[in-house]
């Protein structure tokens, strides 16, 4: 029985929900029943499943839930301490050491998520009112958010417009700020397009900035062997930071900083998630361990999640969805409006398909659409019910003809 002082103080959390509801903010997710898979048991339905992060389709790989359970055998279910006490285990060095090797540089560190990585980094190295932090305008939550925690001021320049970014490092407070550091998203998660980390690149070096590139949805993805956005570019050892998560086609749970080995000692000894949260379990490492393995001896998963990626495009295209600017697997499917996103959403998931809605404020308004990311577990078969899906729900509501 909840004490009825504790219902009182609590009464304004069901103003806030009807507010929330009204404005179609209100988030009650649906649940997995199954592992995470190109077709997944989802509410209690079989589903076409264009929703996940699990681009590699790694998430109930045979061989790496097996590297997963024998690391349980060998070091236990969890570390039970935070990395600067004793949570280092053998293992997370071990990862490290070929994050480092796949992203081309010194060293990496890792975090207990992407989040935790972004907001680690910006607050550890943003940490004087003298400094500038210059974010894209697109940039993920984490980043909003570490930037927030940062004690340096912060210019948020145009998405992906160099002309804004060049004024920004030219202005007064640029000029006179003792030390500055672009971020930028390597692939946009809600757009799918890729940041022009050439450009950026120059400029950073004509106005001495640093620059971190947060590449959740570009590690495992593109650049040669998944390397990412800046090897995409040809640009190895020319971007300071590169952050990567282990959540999306590493399919576990986890975030890490590649960069030289003065910084992840710089970050080990200060950064507030390394130091006051606990490492990940050991399966963890193991499992990103084996897709790493996997990803650089065996091309065909990387070259399935492409081919079905193009397929998938192409067909929505024909059909004549508007799959906005996306260079990637990140596929949005714009409705322009929010009930009718939801809608398009719950209509899809009755015929068998899911691939959920993005709205404001996650989109601007105007931009609300569906998001689908294809994976390289899902076959033509698949992908063809879940166009067939889309033209016969997107007829119904009228956006296509
Ligand atoms: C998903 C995402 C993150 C967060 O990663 P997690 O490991 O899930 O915490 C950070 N940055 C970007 C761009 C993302 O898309």
Request: proline share 4%; charged share 25%.
């Amino acid at each position: 029985m909840i004490d009825k002082n504790v219902k009182r103080k609590l009464a304004f959390l069901d103003e806030e929900i009807k507010t929330l509801k009204k404005e179609d903010r209100f988030i009650k997710p649906r649940v997995l029943h199954s592992a995470q898979k190109p077709v997944s048991i989802i509410d209690g339905k079989k589903v076409v499943n264009l929703t996940s992060n699990n681009y590699l389709a790694m998430a109930d790989n045979p061989a790496v839930k097996k590297a997963a359970i024998d690391a349980i055998n060998k070091y236990g279910v969890g570390s039970a301490a935070v990395r600067t006490i004793i949570g280092t285990m053998k293992i997370h060095k071990e990862l490290e050491e070929k994050f480092a090797r796949f992203k081309k540089t010194e060293d990496s560190i890792l975090f207990q998520s992407g989040f935790t990585t972004n907001v680690a980094v910006c607050q550890s190295l943003m940490t004087s009112e003298e400094y500038l932090l210059i974010s894209d305008e697109l940039n993920h939550a984490s980043i909003i958010d570490g930037a927030r925690l940062a004690k340096s001021p912060r210019k948020i320049y145009k998405h992906k417009d160099m002309n804004n970014l060049r004024e920004i490092l030219e202005s007064p407070e640029s000029k006179k700020a003792k030390r500055k550091l672009i971020v930028t998203d390597g692939v946009f998660s809600m757009d799918g397009d890729i940041t022009p980390l050439p450009e950026i690149v120059e400029l950073a070096n004509k106005y001495d900035a640093m620059v971190m590139v947060d590449d959740a949805h570009a590690s495992g993805v593109i650049g040669k062997q998944g390397r990412g956005t800046v090897n995409h570019y040809g640009l190895d050892g020319k971007v300071e930071i590169q952050i990567g998560t282990l959540s999306k086609a590493f399919a576990a749970v986890g975030g890490y900083a590649a960069t030289t080995k003065n910084m992840t000692a710089y970050l080990g000894s200060v950064a507030r998630p390394f130091l006051f949260s606990s490492s990940q379990p050991p399966s963890v490492a193991a499992t990103c361990i084996k897709i790493l393995d996997i990803l650089l001896k065996e091309p065909k998963y990387l070259k399935q999640l492409w081919d079905n990626t193009n397929f998938f495009k192409e067909e929505l295209k024909k059909a004549g969805f508007d799959t906005g600017e996306s260079v990637t697997p990140i596929t949005p499917v714009m409705v322009g409006d929010s009930s009718k996103a939801i809608k398009f959403s719950n209509m899809l998931f009755d015929e068998g398909v899911f691939s959920l809605y993005i709205v404001y404020p996650t989109v601007p308004k105007g931009k609300e659409r569906l998001r689908a990311i294809v994976t390289a577990g899902h076959t033509i078969k698949d992908l063809e019910f879940a166009v067939s899906k889309f033209i016969k729900v997107g007829r119904k509501l009228g956006i296509i003809n």
